[in-house]
């Protein structure tokens, strides 16, 4: 490659052509000899964006986690390249056997081997392995082989021995922890196995124990960063569809949502709360969790705006999360203007703030903005575990609903446990969600329970 197109620290020189004139990019071209040019396709150091490119440095695992389209599969049959081919096409490479292990034979096959982006594709014509299908494996112009395995028999790889594996989705086998285990007792050949890991991110404690691991590396992109090669109606579709909520998060944005043992609240269950149009509400306060210092490193003061039906027997009643209008790092008077804001936005007949940080404070700041706001101090004399239970129950039985965009209120939501916050810092905009449910919904049918209805 000339020169004038190395660039110290820049991983992608596509991303470098891109970005320059057309008399540099004419200038490249035509410094290009033809053997370059006709390898240049295949150069995928030149073409891959960073999270495509295994990390530097002494690592057991690499874990190419991203949301779907992110090019993931690509960066994994480019490394498989990378282990196996050597400087010519017949020259041995790093490594000689290598497992290719998916869910099923199917996947491994239609995915990692014959899929568009599979290895098939990305390899030039005088160094493309073939596939043997009694076999079930590929075989190198050198020597070098790949045999597949799949999830659904974590066996089959006792007795197999490897120097290197491509895991693709291994977030969704039912078998994952078996096969993973199995997988490690495989890795044994040469002076140095690795596995590359090509994973959407669900909640799963072979995932989690992985990334957690010190012989683990990571790299990261949304769906978003490979956009250039992905269906521009796909990507209107699933933004509409899932921008702003926990599946979007975790399918598009490619983040691990990890929820703890004995959480009040699941992704699952916050995914069946979203609603797309919204009734007639019959009441609509904001719930406010005030913080007690100001400035960038304090707590947020949690403000969140909820509306419900309530007409007919108790349980008929539903609640309608609107907002998450919190605040973080403002004055006592920045939060009680952005609390009162929201009432106004939503028309909200009423504003429930805890004092038992504040006191009579809380009051006088809110009032210092509108003298006339109409406004509930509330006390709480249980924790915020036995407060947010009751709520927590509400949504169980499917009487509370969700907007869009409420993912970092959600994200808190499902950090809740019956043990406590397993965040850093305060779960404040869940305390002001559950001051505001309260208020709506648990209070007023404890007052107006007639019998025969059952509690909540």
Same mark, same amino acid.
């Given at each position: 490659m000339p020169?004038i197109?190395?660039k110290? #620290?820049?991983?992608?020189?596509?991303?470098?052509?891109a970005c320059?004139?057309a008399?540099?990019?004419? =200038? +490249?071209?035509?410094?290009?000899?033809?053997g370059?040019?006709?390898a240049?396709?295949?150069?995928?150091?030149?073409?891959?964006? &960073?999270h495509q490119?295994?990390?530097?440095?002494?690592?057991?695992?690499?874990?190419?986690?991203?949301?779907?389209g992110?090019?993931?599969?690509?960066?994994?049959a480019?490394?498989v390249?990378?282990? %196996?081919?050597?400087p010519m /096409?017949? &020259?041995?490479?790093?490594?000689?056997?290598v497992a290719?292990?998916?869910?099923?034979?199917?996947?491994?096959?239609? %995915?990692?081997?014959?899929?568009?982006?599979?290895?098939?594709a990305c390899? /030039?014509?005088?160094?493309?392995?073939?596939?043997?299908?009694?076999?079930?494996?590929?075989?190198w112009?050198n020597g070098?082989?790949?045999?597949?395995?799949?999830?659904?028999? /974590?066996?089959?790889?006792r007795?197999?021995? +490897? &120097?290197?594996?491509?895991?693709?989705?291994?977030a969704?086998?039912?078998k994952?922890?078996?096969?993973?285990?199995?997988l =490690?007792?495989a890795?044994?050949?040469?002076?140095?196995?690795?596995?590359?890991?090509?994973t959407?991110?669900?909640?799963? #404690?072979?995932?989690? @124990?992985?990334?957690?691991?010190?012989s683990?590396?990571?790299?990261?992109?949304?769906?978003?960063?490979?956009?250039?090669?992905?269906a521009?109606?796909?990507?209107?579709?699933?933004?509409?569809?899932? @921008?702003?909520?926990?599946?979007g998060?975790?399918?598009l944005e490619? %983040?691990?949502?990890?929820?703890?043992?004995?959480?009040?609240?699941?992704?699952?269950?916050?995914?069946t709360? =979203?609603?797309a149009?919204?009734?007639?509400? &019959?009441?609509?306060?904001?719930?406010?969790?005030?913080a007690?210092?100001s400035?960038?490193a304090?707590?947020?003061c949690?403000?969140?705006?909820?509306?419900?039906?309530t007409? #007919?027997?108790?349980?008929d009643?539903?609640?309608y999360?609107?907002?998450?209008?919190t605040? =973080?790092?403002a004055?006592?008077?920045?939060? @009680?203007r952005?609390?009162?804001?929201?009432?106004?936005?939503?028309?909200?007949?009423?504003?429930?703030?805890?004092?038992?940080?504040?006191?009579?404070?809380?009051?006088?700041?809110l009032?210092?903005?509108?003298?006339?706001?109409?406004?509930?101090?509330?006390?709480?004399?249980?924790?915020?575990?036995?407060?947010a239970?009751?709520?927590?129950?509400?949504?169980?039985?499917?009487?509370?609903?969700?907007?869009? #965009?409420?993912?970092?209120?959600?994200?808190?939501?499902c950090r809740?446990?019956?043990?406590?916050f397993?965040?850093?810092?305060?779960?404040?905009?869940?305390?002001?969600?559950?001051?505001a449910?309260?208020?709506?919904?648990?209070?007023?049918?404890?007052?107006?329970?007639?019998?025969?209805v059952?509690?909540l």
């Amino acid at each position: 490659m000339p020169s004038i197109w190395t660039k110290p #620290g820049l991983r992608s020189g596509a991303s470098w052509i891109a970005c320059a004139g057309a008399d540099l990019q004419k =200038q +490249f071209l035509d410094d290009l000899d033809e053997g370059e040019l006709l390898a240049l396709p295949f150069l995928f150091e030149f073409w891959a964006m &960073d999270h495509q490119l295994p990390p530097e440095g002494a690592w057991r695992t690499w874990v190419v986690m991203g949301g779907r389209g992110a090019g993931k599969t690509r960066a994994g049959a480019e490394w498989v390249r990378s282990m %196996v081919e050597g400087p010519m /096409p017949l &020259d041995p490479g790093q490594c000689r056997r290598v497992a290719l292990v998916g869910e099923t034979i199917e996947q491994v096959r239609e %995915v990692m081997i014959f899929g568009d982006s599979g290895i098939l594709a990305c390899s /030039p014509e005088d160094r493309r392995p073939v596939w043997e299908a009694g076999r079930k494996r590929l075989v190198w112009p050198n020597g070098a082989e790949a045999c597949v395995h799949t999830a659904h028999d /974590p066996e089959g790889l006792r007795g197999p021995q +490897f &120097d290197a594996a491509w895991v693709d989705e291994l977030a969704k086998w039912k078998k994952a922890q078996a096969t993973w285990d199995q997988l =490690q007792f495989a890795l044994r050949l040469g002076e140095d196995p690795r596995v590359c890991v090509t994973t959407t991110p669900r909640n799963v #404690g072979v995932l989690k @124990a992985l990334l957690a691991s010190p012989s683990t590396v990571t790299t990261h992109a949304p769906t978003q960063a490979n956009a250039a090669h992905l269906a521009q109606s796909f990507l209107d579709e699933v933004m509409a569809r899932y @921008a702003g909520t926990r599946m979007g998060r975790q399918e598009l944005e490619g %983040v691990l949502l990890a929820e703890p043992e004995g959480a009040l609240w699941t992704t699952a269950m916050l995914e069946t709360a =979203q609603v797309a149009r919204l009734p007639e509400l &019959d009441r609509i306060v904001v719930g406010l969790d005030p913080a007690t210092t100001s400035g960038s490193a304090s707590d947020e003061c949690g403000i969140v705006v909820v509306g419900a039906q309530t007409r #007919g027997p108790v349980q008929d009643w539903r609640a309608y999360v609107l907002a998450d209008a919190t605040v =973080q790092g403002a004055t006592p008077t920045g939060w @009680a203007r952005a609390a009162i804001t929201a009432m106004e936005r939503f028309g909200a007949d009423r504003l429930v703030a805890e004092v038992n940080q504040g006191g009579q404070m809380v009051g006088e700041v809110l009032r210092g903005v509108d003298p006339l706001v109409p406004l509930k101090s509330v006390h709480a004399s249980r924790g915020k575990v036995a407060r947010a239970e009751p709520v927590a129950a509400l949504y169980e039985q499917g009487r509370v609903r969700h907007v869009r #965009g409420l993912d970092r209120l959600e994200d808190q939501m499902c950090r809740m446990t019956a043990q406590g916050f397993e965040g850093g810092g305060s779960p404040d905009r869940v305390d002001a969600l559950v001051w505001a449910l309260h208020e709506l919904m648990i209070e007023p049918a404890a007052k107006w329970r007639s019998p025969g209805v059952r509690s909540l």
